[in-house]
């Protein structure tokens, strides 16, 4: 069994920063690709940035130049350092990975963390 925990979400006025964390804990021989996204109210899950497990790293234009994700390898840990948020940032954010087990490969999600920037 695989989990992943989100924090370092909260309450930030517009213009400030948070840094999200996931960490994935279990039965787990590696973890390929991770990844953000986020849900607005009413609105559908979307992708924020992905990096691969050799740290490439892929994000949307809303958040270029503002949002940088990260990961360590041997902590099984994927970060989002987000700056200058704005209140269109606000949402659950989600982490993904693709975990590699023993018995099989599964894509896997945490339970989400709130973020809410005001005006």
């Known amino acids: 069994q695989v989990q992943l925990v989100e924090s370092g979400g909260g309450l930030v006025q517009a213009g400030g920063s948070l840094t999200l964390s996931c960490v994935a804990s279990?039965?787990?021989?590696?973890?390929?690709?991770m990844g953000w996204y986020r849900q607005a109210p009413g609105k559908q899950r979307e992708l924020v940035a992905t990096?691969?497990?050799?740290?490439?790293?892929n994000d949307v234009d809303s958040v270029k130049g503002r949002f940088t994700i990260s990961r360590d390898n041997a902590k099984n840990t994927v970060y989002l350092q987000m700056n200058s948020l704005k209140p269109e940032d606000t949402a659950v954010y989600y982490c993904?990975?693709?975990?590699?087990?023993?018995?099989?490969?599964?894509?896997?999600w945490g339970q989400g963390t709130q973020v809410t920037v005001s005006s």
């Open positions: 993904n990975a693709e975990v590699v087990t023993t018995w099989g490969t599964f894509g896997s």
């Open positions: 990096i691969t497990r050799g740290g490439r790293t």
């Open positions: 279990g039965s787990i021989f590696k973890i390929n690709g």
